[in-house]
């Protein structure tokens, strides 16, 4: 669609991720086996004839930036429109500081926005998971010549107060916003996606207005500006914490899920490495998982989400777990609700999340890490025998010397030593008792492919029912 700048904010840290955004921008996180979580706001871009794409990264950017590339998987390797990446800069007259909030992030770039073709700019988060065509959301807005258009829909009213609360008038018109209110006077919220008109949007920015729900909007509306909103009613999810990544995820395994990544008519597409088909061995038992390419499975896995290259030895057992990339499951390990980042390795007969109570929180992450789910962070190596609990947080690059003893206990925290010493931290209180005797792990990892091929944007195969032979 010409005349149209799409500009994805794709700069936050994401906190609430724990572990799986301390060393990549949230957008970068990986979804549904072989996606980041950056590829649905890009695919619903190609798939709405949005071909002239500006994201703004700042926080961790590298693995976005590799990711991302040249846009060739998105059809965005253009010398006309097409992709391009921006970082905070420093110019002369302005301090050295990171963007402040999302309209700062814009204003930061506003020549960008001021020279692009066209009379309306896109503004999108890079961190939701969501299908939509932006057409007729651009055509709302156009026809009621607005000067901005609000995406907005209905959330469970115990979830509206993280966003802002929207009041529509029978004609669409935004007649009263709440911006996070503690007590929400509706479920009615905005999806953090707006539609402005670029003569507006130019003329509402400035150095005091550092964000769009807190400041921007509220401002248009104080001045008289035409604000409007656009119901939307398809699946959407801001995956900003770990029970709602989990969650999201685990709603791709429904027999008809509300998120078809299967839809051949609106492919979500993707960087893929060439990897060989998945391999599901002999003595295999899959049921009602996605496994992505590369994946070989000898073990069980159940009701879970397998990004390519995760191998699964005989006698292991994956349920309800999110397991990224090059993972390794040893012989006779369990995973139980957990997310395990990428090139973990589980030794043989360890646990990963053990117990019933899935209620005690993480003592160093309560407010993260308090719904059952055991995270590991990336390359960490959990040893033969170890068990652990729930709520556990196991930290990146942590090895067998980190754990000094053969069970976490659920809330506790294993940090790598060299790492947790570099920032003078101790210990969490309770990781005692003595190391742990880890002999070498049993055969080889599944080669991790490097190449850049574009793969297929078909998604990871889905198995419904076993055993499978």
Same mark, same amino acid.
């Given at each position: $669609?010409?005349?149209?700048?799409?500009?994805?904010?794709?700069?936050?840290?994401?906190?609430?991720?724990?572990?799986?955004?301390?060393?990549r921008a949230k957008p970068a996180v990986p979804f549904g086996g072989k996606y980041r979580i950056i590829d649905f706001a890009l695919s619903n871009c190609v798939n709405s004839d949005v071909d002239n794409v500006v994201v703004l990264t700042q926080y961790n950017p590298r693995s976005l930036n590799d990711h991302i590339g040249s846009g060739r998987p998105w059809d965005l390797d253009r010398t006309s429109g097409g992709i391009r990446l921006l970082q905070p800069y420093v110019s002369r007259g302005r301090p050295n500081e990171w963007y402040r909030g999302t309209a700062d992030a814009v204003l930061r770039n506003i020549e960008v926005v001021r020279q692009a073709p066209g009379d309306t700019v896109l503004v999108l988060a890079g961190d939701h998971i969501y299908k939509m065509d932006y057409q007729p959301?651009?055509?709302?807005? &156009?026809?009621?010549? =607005?000067?901005?258009?609000?995406?907005? &829909?209905?959330?469970?009213i115990e979830d509206a107060s993280r966003f802002g609360i929207v009041t529509l008038d029978d004609g669409d018109r935004v007649v009263d916003w709440q911006e996070k209110p503690r007590v929400p006077r509706s479920n009615l919220v905005s999806m953090g996606i707006y539609v402005f008109s670029k003569r507006a949007l130019l003329h509402w920015l400035d150095e005091t207005r550092i964000d769009f729900g807190a400041h921007v909007i509220p401002a248009m509306?104080?001045? %008289?500006?035409?604000?409007?909103?656009?119901?939307?009613?398809?699946y959407w999810q801001d995956v900003g914490t770990i029970e709602s990544y989990w969650q999201a995820t685990m709603d791709l395994l429904d027999e008809r899920p509300e998120l078809d990544l299967y839809d051949t008519g609106w492919l979500i597409h993707t960087r893929s490495e060439e990897r060989a088909? =998945?391999?599901?061995?002999?003595t295999a038992s899959v049921h009602r998982s996605m496994i992505s390419h590369g994946c070989v499975i000898y073990g069980t896995v159940e009701h879970s989400v397998l990004s390519p %290259?995760? &191998?699964?030895?005989?006698?292991?057992?994956?349920?309800?777990?999110?397991? $990224?990339?090059?993972?390794?499951? &040893?012989?006779?390990?369990?995973?139980d609700r957990a997310i395990l980042d990428k090139k973990v390795s589980v030794g043989s007969n360890a646990v990963v999340g053990e117990g019933s109570d899935l209620t005690i929180p993480n003592r160093q992450e309560p407010t993260r890490l308090n719904t059952g789910i055991t995270v590991v962070g990336k390359r960490a190596m959990i040893p033969t025998g170890v068990r652990l609990g729930r709520n556990v947080k196991i930290a990146e690059d942590v090895r067998a010397g980190d754990f000094r003893g053969r069970v976490v206990r659920s809330g506790q925290t294993v940090e790598h030593r060299a790492s947790a010493d570099s920032r003078g931290a101790s210990r969490t209180a309770g990781d005692r008792a003595v190391s742990v005797a880890v002999r070498p792990?049993?055969?080889?990892?599944?080669? =991790? %492919?490097?190449?850049?091929?574009?793969?297929?944007?078909?998604?990871?195969?889905?198995?419904?029912?076993?055993?499978?032979?």
């Open positions: $669609m010409k005349g149209v700048l799409a500009v994805i904010l794709a700069g936050g840290e994401g906190e609430r991720l724990s572990i799986l955004s301390s060393v959301f651009l055509a709302a807005h &156009r026809r009621h010549r =607005a000067d901005v258009t609000i995406a907005v &829909r209905t959330v469970p509306l104080t001045g %008289g500006a035409r604000v409007f909103g656009y119901r939307f009613d398809g088909p =998945a391999r599901i061995g002999p %290259g995760v &191998r699964v030895d005989v006698g292991a057992v994956v349920r309800d777990s999110i397991v $990224m990339f090059d993972c390794v499951i &040893r012989a006779g390990a369990q995973v792990a049993d055969g080889a990892t599944a080669a =991790a %492919g490097h190449g850049r091929g574009d793969g297929s944007d078909l998604p990871a195969a889905r198995h419904i029912s076993g055993p499978i032979d």
